[in-house]
């Protein structure tokens, strides 16, 4: 069982930066994808970016460099930082541990991300 609680959500201009961070607690988080996903009214729960025990990132195609991901294993932290924010980033933000050696998916509670002047 795997335990994610995420920060750093809130409300920013257009063109602004946030940076999101989940801690993990529960298992051995180097095993872990580690991952964040979005999800918007009405829309449904997309990738942003996910990072491997490797360190392979994956975003999605809306990212194009403006969003960074990374983990600290010591620390069980994976951090999302979000520059050039545009009001379609708008959305729950939400941290996903999967597990790279078999069953083992797990969610976050989630946190708003606002982007508006």
């Known amino acids: 069982q795997v335990q994610l609680v995420e920060s750093g959500g809130g409300l920013v201009q257009p063109g602004g930066s946030l940076r999101l961070s989940c801690v993990a607690s529960?298992?051995?988080?180097?095993?872990?994808?580690m991952g964040w996903y979005r999800q918007a009214p009405g829309k449904e729960r997309e990738l942003v970016a996910s990072?491997?025990?490797?360190?392979?990132?994956n975003s999605g195609d809306f990212v194009k460099g403006r969003f960074t991901i990374s983990r600290d294993n010591a620390k069980t932290t994976v951090s999302l930082e979000m520059n050039s924010l545009k009001p379609e980033d708008t959305a729950v933000y939400y941290c996903?541990?999967?597990?790279?050696?078999?069953?083992?998916?797990?969610w976050g509670q989630g946190t708003q991300v606002t982007v508006s002047s």
């Open positions: 996903n541990a999967d597990s790279e050696l078999g069953p083992g998916n797990y």
């Open positions: 529960g298992s051995i988080f180097s095993v872990y994808t």
């Open positions: 990072i491997t025990s490797g360190g392979r990132i």
